[in-house]
């Protein structure tokens, strides 16, 4: 199994955008990445053209982010689908994701699935064929912005897909390297300075706290932010000022 290159001094902040939040505009500033609703889960078409217009302002490179046609739970809740319906659902968010980064004169840059999506592709070839497979259709030189080992990272890497390892600054991690479950009340972190002394290590040691205080390996490329909690430009700011501040450099991959 291919793994992730060793800890480095250069690291990717991405959020999620365009999913209805009233924070967008004032998260774009501080990551160098913006995971953009497709309008299943979330969003819609003018919602998503307007935080592509906000993006390329700020130099932010640009990434779909589909997931299940789950409004109602926000595309957290598991589906079942077989792997002809899977890759519909996810090439057809890409593709408008897609046109509207080109009729706005931009490069789509990555796709990072979003939710329950995520997490299935990512334990299950069930799910993560027909999403690299939608992939692959659309654009080869794509980022996939996933976990890294799994399922998702592996399949993608031998349809050759370039792979951006992702942790996260804002969830904590279970002992055997999972996100604590969100149905906890610990899952979330929301202090920002937990959360840039959690990035910090998968940056410079390359590993993350688990519950019990045991070091769980999670090299990454990429840290995820989500966007829609309410301290979410709070924590995206110090993250930012504290990594350069210790002479970490923040971009997107590649």
């Not at 906890?184 to 937990?194: K, Q, S, Y």
């Amino acid at each position: 199994m291919n793994r992730p290159s060793p800890p480095c001094e250069v690291i990717d902040l991405n959020a999620d955008l365009g999913e209805g939040c009233e924070a967008d505009e004032r998260l774009l500033p501080w990551v160098s990445s913006a995971n953009i609703a497709c309008g299943l889960h979330a969003g819609d078409p003018v919602l998503a053209a307007r935080t592509i217009d906000l993006a390329q302002a700020q130099g932010v490179a640009l990434g779909a982010h589909p997931g299940w046609p789950d409004r109602e739970g926000f595309g957290r809740a598991r589906q079942s689908h077989p792997p002809h319906e899977t890759r519909a659902i996810v090439s057809y968010q890409i593709g408008a994701l897609n046109a509207l980064v080109h009729a706005a004169g931009g490069r789509l840059h990555h796709v990072k699935p979003h939710g329950a999506l995520y997490h299935q592709a990512a334990r299950d070839l069930r799910y993560a064929v027909p999403l690299v497979e939608a992939i692959v259709g659309i654009d080869r030189e794509l980022w996939l912005y996933a976990p890294d080992p799994s399922v998702l990272s592996v399949i993608a890497r031998e349809r050759g897909i370039r792979v951006a390892a992702e942790g996260f600054a804002d969830r904590r991690y279970e002992a055997d390297g999972t996100l604590t479950p969100r149905s906890r009340p610990d899952a979330l972190i929301a202090d920002p300075e937990e959360a840039l002394r959690q990035v910090t290590g998968i940056v410079r040691e390359g590993c993350v706290r688990g519950h019990g205080g045991e070091r769980i390996p999670c090299l990454a490329q990429t840290i995820g932010l989500h966007g829609d909690g309410s301290g979410a430009v709070k924590l995206a700011r110090r993250l930012r000022e504290g990594l350069l501040k210790a002479g970490i450099t923040i971009q997107a991959p590649g």
